[in-house]
């Protein structure tokens, strides 16, 4: 299962282009209602979540994601849950994926320490102990950080890729996304 948690003024593009890649990829992508069963996003946007931060089912979850946007990043990092299912899954060695600014909370949890990542710009000082690099994307062990908006689907594509090379191929190619 994967999770990308969905809180009021999420980044439309960095939660919905990976889902779909993610579910071309054939997973079981779940979008996770943080501040509710109906999630706005920065740009108006209304997305019905499929479940509820009380159904997320930790054992099952093998990737957790986090949008950026604002005020998005700022509901997540204030969300104690998040932080939980976040931390647990990184120290159990499941992928944790962030874009935007949503690596600032990756940041203040102390996942970032000696990895490299990116970040929309600005929000480098909350990436704490992190080795910053301007790139579209960056994959450190289990953590998959990423730019912004125009980067989504770079995003997907790594994040497709970490759980499954041939996979992220063939979505690619379906796609018409080579690179």
Not at 31 to 41: D, K
Not at 112 to 141: M, N, Q, W
């Amino acid at each position: 299962m994967i999770y990308i948690f969905l809180a009021d003024g999420f980044e439309e593009t960095e939660a919905l282009v990976p889902w779909d890649i993610l579910l071309r990829g054939g997973y079981n992508v779940k979008t996770v209602g943080v501040t509710g069963e109906y999630v706005t996003g920065a740009h108006g946007m209304t997305v019905k979540s499929d479940i509820s931060l009380c159904d997320v089912d930790e054992a099952a979850g093998e990737m957790f994601i986090l949008p950026g946007g604002m005020p998005g990043t700022t509901n997540l990092d204030e969300n104690a849950a998040v932080k939980e299912f976040v931390m647990n899954a990184y120290n159990s060695g499941k992928i944790v994926g962030a874009i935007c600014a949503a690596p600032m909370v990756l940041g203040k949890l102390g996942i970032l320490k000696g990895k490299r990542a990116t970040c929309f710009p600005g929000f480098e000082e909350y990436l704490e102990g992190a080795i910053v690099v301007r790139e579209h994307s960056v994959k450190d062990s289990n953590v998959i950080t990423s730019c912004g908006a125009g980067a989504a689907f770079h995003f997907g594509f790594m994040l497709l890729g970490a759980l499954d090379s041939m996979k992220e191929k063939e979505v690619r190619k379906s796609m018409q996304y080579e690179l």
